[in-house]
């Protein structure tokens, strides 16, 4: 497997607090993302980075913001929480010159109570 | 946006029987990405097809990339226990452009 970690792995909080999930790589892959995942809609991409500072924005990005100042490091944060953002959170990495070819880390699973 | 559809979402195999699984889009496609996530684990890439009616095959399984460039399939002979999991296609209409996700097909064997 990919040198990817996330934490925490599994987390509960009130709705209404900020959570920040950091995804770290030992790969020195450029490209970075965000997914959430749930029940009967798959892998969703919320953010992505293709480089130190530099993201944009997926197919489910409102409620959710992202910060990357070093390689290694992805945040994501959820500004304010909300029972709807109840999922698994997978982080994934790729190299510049196989994009689609993405490895995943183990994954968060947050509960908004 | 960009839809992919698979199907089945569930597929109950015997041991040793053969199943495919599809992945359709409306749209024609850059590439198409295979992942198999197990039970509890995170997803992990199999395979990535590029052109037109390109085929390739990894041990049992067998990945088909359409002539239209709008479908694909996986087909996986002599099932095994250690078939279990949910297989996802994931695809981009452009070079390089965010990946989408089709909803996975889940794959369960009876011993």
């Known amino acids: 497997d990919a040198g990817i970690t996330q934490s925490p792995r599994h987390k509960v909080t009130e709705t209404g607090t900020p959570v920040t999930l950091r995804c770290h790589q030992t790969?020195?892959?450029?490209?970075m993302y965000w997914y959430r995942q749930d029940p009967g809609h798959g892998l969703r991409l919320i953010h992505y980075s293709y480089g130190v500072k530099d993201t944009d924005k997926g197919e489910v990005s409102d409620g959710y913001s992202v910060s990357r100042s070093k390689t290694e490091d992805f945040l994501l944060t959820l500004e304010s929480a909300t029972s709807s953002q109840t999922s698994v959170y997978f982080c994934?990495?790729?190299?510049?010159?196989?994009?689609?070819?993405?490895?995943f880390g183990p994954g968060t699973r947050l509960t908004v109570t | 946006g960009q839809q992919v559809m698979q199907i089945p979402q569930y597929q109950h195999v015997q041991e040793g029987e053969d199943f495919t699984t599809y992945c359709n889009s409306s749209?024609?496609?850059?590439?198409i990405q295979w992942y198999k996530q197990r039970p509890g684990g995170h997803p992990v890439f199999l395979i990535q097809?590029?052109?037109?009616?390109e085929v390739k095959k990894q041990k049992r399984l067998t990945f088909q990339f359409g002539e239209a460039k709008k479908n694909s399939s996986l087909h996986i002979t002599a099932t095994q226990t250690t078939d279990v999991g949910t297989y996802f296609c994931a695809a981009t209409k452009a070079a390089g452009n965010k990946l989408t996700f089709g909803g996975g097909t889940r794959v369960l064997v009876k011993p």
């Open positions: 097809l590029v052109k037109s009616g």
């Open positions: 749209t024609t496609l850059s590439n």
């Open positions: 790969e020195n892959h450029r490209y």
């Open positions: 994934a990495i790729s190299e510049l010159d196989r994009v689609n070819e993405q490895y």
